[in-house]
């Protein structure tokens, strides 16, 4: 009997916690749907670093990108693909992190992000896993299926059969 009215103890004094982590969550998560959905699909790049910290990193390959340069990186792509749109398929939350599985579509109509002006309706998908500090993204680490995406713009040639 003891046992039991210790954990119902604990139990109660842990519930408010684990309520705020579960709400904390449910706003990273609508920040970065927010940042799909308004920023990246609607076009609206002017409102890129309200869902950013100053101090953010883009975490690459070979390089780690500041906000700065992932705004620029941002424009390009919207360069190469004005009519761009981007649908988030599904989002995963856990502690600090977002996961976000994504898929982009858009016509290359000029110069941008490596590919030439082809002229070509490309969809590609990817995923982008986001921490966040105090309500706003801190850290990114993206893949996208790019060889899927120079091969639909004709810039990389198909598997040989």
């Given at each position: 009997?003891?046992?039991?009215?210790?954990?119902?103890?604990?139990?109660?004094?842990?519930?408010?916690?684990?309520?705020?982590?579960?709400?904390?969550?449910?706003?990273?998560?609508?920040?970065?749907?927010?940042?799909?959905?308004?920023?990246?699909?609607?076009?609206?790049?002017?409102?890129?670093?309200?869902?950013?910290?100053?101090?953010?990193?883009?975490?690459?390959?070979?390089?780690?990108?500041?906000?700065?340069?992932?705004?620029?990186a941002a424009k390009?792509?919207?360069q190469a693909f004005?009519?761009?749109?981007?649908?988030?398929?599904?989002?995963?939350?856990?502690?600090?992190?977002?996961?976000?599985?994504?898929?982009g579509t858009g016509?290359?109509?000029?110069?941008?992000?490596?590919?030439?002006?082809?002229?070509?309706?490309?969809?590609?998908?990817?995923?982008?896993?986001?921490?966040?500090?105090?309500?706003?993204?801190?850290?990114?680490?993206?893949?996208?299926?790019?060889?899927?995406?120079?091969?639909?713009?004709?810039?990389?040639?198909?598997?040989?059969?």
């Open positions: 009997m003891r046992k039991a009215s210790l954990w119902m103890c604990v139990l109660v004094l842990a519930l408010p916690a684990i309520a705020k982590a579960a709400n904390e969550q449910e706003k990273n998560k609508a920040v970065a749907r927010s940042f799909f959905e308004e920023v990246l699909d609607q076009g609206h790049l002017d409102k890129y670093a309200e869902s950013h910290a100053a101090d953010f990193v883009g975490h690459g390959r070979s390089h780690d990108a500041t906000l700065a340069e992932d705004m620029a390009g792509w919207r004005p009519d761009a749109r981007v649908k988030v398929n599904q989002m995963v939350a856990e502690g600090d992190l977002v996961a976000v599985y994504w898929t016509t290359n109509t000029q110069e941008g992000m490596g590919f030439p002006g082809t002229g070509k309706k490309i969809t590609a998908s990817g995923m982008t896993l986001f921490r966040f500090k105090n309500g706003k993204i801190s850290e990114e680490w993206g893949v996208m299926d790019l060889l899927s995406a120079l091969r639909q713009a004709g810039v990389f040639p198909p598997p040989r059969s």
